[in-house]
C-alpha cells in the first residue's frame, strides 16, 4: 500500500463510522451498502461463505442476491484445510451447488488451481500471506460475513473472512499454527498457540486490506449466531435471536461493533446471549480486535450510525 492510502486509511479509522440496521433483508443489505457512500466498482468479488454440507445457517443466495447484482459481483471462496464437503475442489463446487449458489452468480473458486503468496505488513509469525491466485483477478472486494461462533476462534466474522476465508488451503494451515506450517495434515499438531493463531489471522485480514489498497467494505450480518461457525456440518441450534447487519469501512470497528451488541444484549429465555459468549471467551476471541488494532488495521472505537432512526 502506498503512503498516500496508508495515510487515507489512518484518516478513515481514526473516525470510523459503523452503520446498522435491524432489518435483515435483500433490501437492507443494499441499504447499508449505499450508507457507506463507498461505490464498488471494477471486478468486484463478494467474500462470503458457502457454508459446509449439512451445515443450512450460512447466508442465503436469497438474502444477498439483491447487493450481488447491485455491484455486479463475482461470489468468491477458497477450499477449507480439514476433511470435509469443501477441502476438495469437486466437493467443493457440488456443495456450492447443493447450497444455491452457482445456479444464480457467477461464482469462483480463487484456489482451485492454486495459490500465491502476498505481502504482510505484521511478521510476528507470517512472513507473508497465501491467498488463491485467482485474487489478483479483482479490483475491489465486498467481505459478506455471517456473524456467528467459531470453534477455534471463537467468533467470526469480517476479520475471520477476510482472512482464513480468503487463504487457500495452505494459508489456512499457515495461520491456524501461526506460521509454522503450510501443510494442512500438519497443521493439527500446532494449533496450541491460541493467542499466535488470532494474530496471525489479523495480520492475514491486514495483508488481504492492504492489497486490495483499502478498496474494500465491510458487512456483517448478524444471523443465525450459532456457537458454531458456517465450516461445521452439523452446528448447534442458534440461542440468541437475530439482530441485524453492520457495515463499515473499518473491518476491525463493525467487528467490535458487533461483540459491543452481543456482550451488552440483555438475553432472556429463547433469546439467550450466554452460549456464545461463553465461546467467544473460551478461545480468547476478542483479543483478535485488540491486536488488529495494534497494528493499524483499524480502531475499535466507533460512531454507531442507526439506520433504522
Not at 466437493?91 to 452457482?102: A, L, M, R, V, Y
Not at 467481505?143 to 495452505?170: D, E, Q, R
Not at 474494500?216 to 461457525?229: A, G, K, W
Not at 456440518?233 to 463499515?248: F, H, R, T, V
Request: proline share 4%; hydrophobic share 40%; net charge negative.
Amino acid at each position: 500500500m502506498s503512503a498516500v492510502l496508508m495515510l487515507a486509511s489512518a484518516a478513515v479509522f481514526a473516525q470510523s463510522q459503523v452503520y446498522f440496521t435491524k432489518e435483515i433483508t435483500p433490501e437492507s443489505l443494499v441499504k447499508i451498502y449505499k450508507a457507506l457512500g463507498v461505490e464498488a466498482t471494477g471486478r468486484v468479488a463478494v467474500k462470503i461463505s458457502t457454508g459446509e454440507g449439512g451445515n443450512t445457517h450460512y447466508l442465503k443466495p436469497t438474502l444477498i442476491r439483491q447487493l450481488v447484482e447491485e455491484v455486479n459481483g463475482t461470489i468468491v471462496e477458497c477450499c477449507t484445510a480439514y476433511p470435509g464437503t469443501r477441502m476438495d475442489p469437486k466437493k467443493h463446487w457440488e456443495t456450492i451447488h447443493e447450497h444455491g449458489f452457482d445456479s444464480i452468480f457467477a461464482v469462483d473458486l480463487m484456489d482451485e488451481y492454486g495459490d500465491l503468496r502476498i505481502p504482510v505488513q505484521d511478521h510476528k509469525h507470517l512472513r507473508y500471506n497465501i491467498v488463491g491466485n485467482h485474487l489478483p483477478y479483482y479490483d475491489f472486494m465486498i467481505n459478506l460475513a455471517h456473524f456467528k461462533g467459531h470453534a477455534m476462534g471463537g467468533f467470526g466474522g469480517v476479520l475471520k473472512n477476510a482472512s482464513i476465508g480468503v487463504a487457500s488451503t495452505a494459508g489456512k494451515a499457515n495461520i491456524h499454527s501461526a506460521g509454522f506450517t503450510e501443510d494442512a495434515g500438519e497443521m493439527w499438531n500446532h494449533i496450541d498457540d491460541q493467542d499466535g493463531f488470532l494474530e496471525s489471522m489479523a495480520a492475514a485480514a491486514q495483508a488481504v486490506h492492504n492489497y486490495f489498497g483499502g478498496r474494500v467494505i465491510y458487512i456483517n450480518v448478524m444471523n443465525n449466531m450459532s456457537v458454531d461457525c458456517d465450516c461445521d456440518g452439523n452446528p448447534a441450534k442458534p440461542e440468541l435471536l437475530d439482530m441485524g447487519i453492520m457495515a463499515s469501512l473499518d473491518p476491525v470497528a463493525v467487528d467490535q461493533a458487533c461483540l459491543d451488541m452481543v456482550f451488552s444484549h440483555k438475553g432472556k429465555p429463547g433469546d439467550d446471549n450466554k452460549p456464545l459468549i461463553e465461546r467467544i471467551n473460551r478461545q480468547h476471541g476478542t483479543y483478535i480486535t485488540d491486536y488488529a488494532e495494534q497494528i493499524g488495521l483499524g480502531s475499535k472505537t466507533y460512531t454507531l450510525i442507526n439506520l433504522d432512526e
